[in-house]
RNA sequence: GGAACCGUAGCUCAGCCGGGAUGAGCGCUCGCCUCACACGCGAGAGGUCAGGAGUUCGAGCCUCCUCGGUUCCACCA
């Protein structure tokens, strides 16, 4: 056993120990054929992100799951690895070279690949070093990269496969687009920021009707150059007359046509819409409808095209202002309005996102959706918290098709290739690369210059980190997966997409759990977010209160799925709980020197030790239960009060004078060593996987004999250490100490002044009670002897006295008792005392509670009234004799 | 416009099947450096469970309404 520390020092500690878990291999998890499987997969963090708390949380969660269910004797494999995160990392690589002078064209795409590989050569193990900090027990040997040659296979794979189905397709569509990063991004990267606008009315001169014009309203008047119609409401009887005419559309001369279309809102604005199908969603499908032609006006950068006539080159904004002041001068410009409305911007950079339309690759999501959604129907996926199944379902219910072409460099190029001379297109995987056209026998073929959605590759995670789309022993072994732990804000980008391309390519769901956890906020109930500089750095966090103090702070107090608050004083808290375990094993282990090892064996238990035992048995069971319900805060708050509430506070109290006294009575001490022994290791494996570091440590010094907490048994529920009778002599023993603490608080006894102490009950049993307990207050109460006496509640006159259920205590103090402050205590007591016997004797009355009510509840009621009137009777005596 | 969540002690939050508000952490008051721990021990103070109505023998918990706050989705030119 080796000399512990007076407090608990994490740092050093923790970084030695998770080494020490690394070389002896107990994270691998091997398949196993003899053990059953659990699986989860890590969301795999980007090779560009610095851990932040939600990392620190999302992996905690996992990281416990799996030491759980590892203790549990399961195989439990986590699955770890990092994401590419194609336009983060691009950006990151970009700014760098800049700062070098370089740009990415300069390059060429071969080049700036090659920087991208080298950047992450350097700063992608980065993230996974600082997970390793918080003590996640990922397998790292099985550590994948999501541009790794397997996945990059099964990207392929899951490409040609959904094209060849009809699933994928490319299309001219109008998509979101962004000008600064120049690449189109799908409606969950399009973030919308409340701005403050106008509405432009502007007049178009119907043709050939001298002086009458059409009023629209608009908030984004450049885009009239691309304009092909207006709309109005067909049933709309102001405008019925001029459907099917021509107006002139101002300042380009154009002559554009009125169509009636449902989507006009009559109510809003003049009720007259300008139709851009180039340049808005919702006109590009009125346009479609009424088959429009699509002018462009903007060129990639946002700068207005060839098509804008004397506009072009000049940026959007900057044609606005020309284009309001050149309409105000010919007059046709009506009014200006302020007006608030969304803007979508970039979830990335913030820049306002131009609607355009481009040829993209999409998935087609109806039919691919259909299982997803069965899924939660069938039970097959079920979300925890359940809530968050409304939020799945509604998104797959009105899934749009899916634009998975991103005009980016660094990521999966997509495996689709162009004849030059007859224009055939070619899906194939890598290997299979056509070199000859198979149509026209050219040798002109060339890649699709465009790369995939970052999520297409995450969407298979599941099934490719475990060799898919090989039939490997691990995807038959450890597949589907268990539990998915993610955050809300991810659950269309990710979830989603798991899900069903779990069902089209493994005909499974990737996992049957998927657990929500909130967002960490700041103090004040912010976002952490770098423009504010109100983050925390967990890493700051580890390195002053150690890794187990943060990791108990994340899981405490929160309940699953909603948002928590960050504070400091939280964490210090925790810090402090890892000493209290720390200091009462101190003491333990100080004591155990002279423990002789033996089990006594449950009879030569005492009351107390029982007792204990009876609980830890019984926490042991909640916590069990509580986990496998996902409950982690609930399950690690009933091991705290057990620690710190029952175990130190009381029973290792309780037990002092038994240690003390070991020359004495070598035989009591050594069942309260055995006791103390045992509950602890217990408790100790019951918070293992909260904190992982201090439990490890206390375990390998008091068990030196073992190699590690991590692969010992978690604690089942054993029925021979059931005590339901010690469990309620207990409850005796303790409302005597606390009554006897109050008695001294109350009398200003000094601790010092010991006492002797009468015990006296009419009741045989209760009697039997006190008899068997009577040593554990002598301590605790500072009694010198306890005297079990048979009687009715007759005090001397010269004691002070207090009353527990179905007996009376009298302490014989000449010297220190005060008349006044006793009867002020006991007229308190009386006033409790009738408060609760007029709400017992108002229940008791009701008849239809007496009629309606359970039998047993009834029968306790009526326990209790007995109980308080006794109790009553005493106090009302005692009164009366402090008069006399 | 649709949806979800929240409103419990001064602050931040727990509260399982409806059955005495058993609450936790921090803060506050009083007393203790008691030979594991002052990162501690003991004793306290502090609550109309947002408001209203209903269901029930009984509601913090179920139903409806109102008020206040947060978030997500959709989006009107």
């Known amino acids: 056993m080796k000399e512990l520390a007076k407090t608990y020092d994490p740092k050093g500690m923790e970084d030695q120990i998770y080494k020490n878990w690394e070389e002896k291999g107990y994270f691998h998890a091997a398949v196993d054929r003899s053990k059953k499987p659990f699986t989860i997969v890590m969301p795999p963090p980007n ?4 851990l932040h708390m939600g990392h620190a949380l999302d992996n905690t969660m996992q990281d416990i799951l799996i030491r759980y269910k590892r203790m549990q004797g399961y195989n439990a494999l986590w699955q770890p690895g990092t994401d590419h995160a194609a336009i983060s990392t691009e950006v990151k690589v970009i700014e760098n070279l800049k700062s070098q002078g370089i740009s990415k064209d300069e390059l060429g795409r071969e080049g700036f690949l090659e920087k991208c590989w080298e950047w992450r050569r350097e700063y992608g193990g980065r993230i996974v070093k600082q ?4 003590g996640s027990s990922a397998d790292w040997e099985r550590e994948r990269f999501t541009m790794d040659e397997g996945c990059s296979e099964a990207v392929e794979e899951v490409f040609v496969k959904l094209y060849e189905k009809g699933y994928i397709y490319k299309g001219e569509k109008i998509i979101n687009w962004c000008p600064v990063c120049q690449t189109s991004i799908s409606d969950a990267e399009v973030e919308y920021e409340d701005q403050h606008g106008h509405f432009w009315h502007i007049n178009y001169p119907v043709a050939g009707e001298e002086g009458r014009f059409v009023q629209i309203a608009t908030t984004r008047p450049e885009t009239m150059l691309g304009d092909t119609a207006l709309a109005v409401h067909p049933d709309d009887e102001r405008y019925k007359d001029i459907v099917g005419k021509n107006v002139i559309l101002p300042l380009v001369g154009r002559e554009i046509p009125i169509v009636a279309d449902e989507y006009v809102d009559m109510e809003f604005g003049t009720g007259v819409v300008k139709i851009t199908p180039a340049h808005d969603p919702n006109d590009f499908e009125v346009g479609k409808r009424h088959d429009l032609p699509i002018i462009n006006v903007l060129n990639d950068d946002a700068t207005i095209n060839e098509n804008g006539g004397k506009y072009a080159g000049m940026d959007r904004y900057e044609a606005r202002k020309l284009i309001v002041s050149e309409l105000e001068e010919q007059g046709l410009l009506v009014k200006v309005e302020d007006h608030d409305h969304n803007v979508g911007t970039h979830d990335r950079c913030h820049t306002t996102v131009e609607p355009m339309v481009k040829p993209q690759w999409f998935v087609a999501m109806s039919e691919l959706a259909k299982p997803a959604i069965a899924a939660i129907e069938k039970g097959e996926l079920k979300f925890v918290p359940e809530r968050f199944d409304k939020t799945y379902l509604h998104w797959l219910e009105n899934i749009r098709d899916w634009c998975i072409s991103r005009q980016l460099w660094w990521g999966h190029r997509i495996p689709a290739y162009y004849c030059d001379e007859c224009g055939e297109i070619v899906v194939a995987r890598s290997k299979d690369a056509p070199d000859v056209c198979p149509k026209c026998g050219c040798t002109h073929m060339h890649q699709d210059e465009d790369n995939l959605d970052t999520w297409f590759s995450s969407a298979l995670w599941p099934f490719s980190t475990l060799g898919w789309p090989k039939s490997t022993e691990e995807l038959d072994y450890f597949y589907p997966t268990d539990v998915l732990v993610t955050g809300y804000d991810i659950i269309f980008f990710w979830v989603v997409r798991m899900v069903f391309s779990g069902y089209e390519h493994t005909g499974k769901s990737p996992f049957h759990t998927v657990l929500i956890h909130g967002l960490i906020r700041d103090d004040q109930g912010r976002k952490m977010s770098k423009s504010l500089g109100n983050g925390i ?17 994340l899981i405490t107090g929160n309940a699953p799925g909603n ?8 964490v210090e808290n925790s810090r402090n709980f890892a000493n209290k375990v720390w200091n009462a094993s101190r003491f333990i ?36 239960e509580n986990m496998d319900k996902f409950e982690l805060g609930i399950a690690v708050q009933k091991v705290y009060d057990f620690i710190w509430d029952e175990f130190c506070d009381w029973y290792i109290e309780i037990v002092k004078p038994r240690l003390y006294a070991k020359a004495e009575d070598p035989k009591s001490a050594n069942a309260a060593l055995w006791t103390l022994n045992t509950v602890l290791t217990n408790a100790l494996k019951l918070l ?10 206390i375990f390998t010094s008091l068990h030196p004999e073992e190699e590690s907490i991590m692969i010992s048994d978690w604690p089942v529920y054993r029925e021979d250490w059931h005590f339901a009778a010690e469990e309620s002599e207990l409850d005796h023993a303790k409302d005597l100490v606390r009554g006897m603490r109050n008695l001294r608080t109350d009398m200003d006894v000094p601790p010092s002044k010991k006492a002797k ?10 009697r039997d009670i006190f008899e068997k307990v009577k040593h554990t207050y002598m301590g605790l109460a500072g009694a010198t002897e306890v005297v079990v006496q048979e009687g009715d509640a007759g005090i001397p006159g010269d004691a002070v006295s207090f009353v527990i259920p179905d007996a009376v205590v009298y302490v014989p103090l000449e010297d220190l008792v005060d008349k006044a402050k006793e009867t002020e205590r ?3 007591e009386r006033d409790r005392l009738a408060k609760e016997l007029a709400r017992s004797k108002g229940m008791l009355s009701n008849e239809k509670f007496l009629s309606k009510a359970p039998a047993e509840k009834v029968a306790e009621e009526k326990e209790k009234q007995k109980k308080y009137e006794s109790m009553m009777a005493d106090v009302e005596a005692r009164l009366a004799a402090m008069k006399n």
């Open 537 to 553: 750095d967990p890493l700051e966090v580890i390195d002053k209160y150690g890794a187990d103090a943060l990791r108990l702070t």
């Open 131 to 134: 997970l390793k900090k918080i």
């Open 563 to 570: 948002d928590m608050r960050f504070y400091w004083e939280r």
């Open 688 to 697: 293992h996987p909260y904190m992982p570091f201090v439990t490890e440590a």
């Open 826 to 828: 006991l007229t308190k």
């Open 757 to 766: 102490l009468f015990v006296t009950s009419a009741k045989a049993d209760v």
């Open 47 to 50: 090779i560009t992100g610095q």
């Open 589 to 624: 282990m100080m004591h155990l020197e002279a423990f002789d090892g033996k089990d006594p064996g449950l009879d030569a238990l005492y009351p107390e030790d029982r007792w204990i035992l009876s609980l830890v048995n019984t926490v042991a069971r909640d916590v069990t």
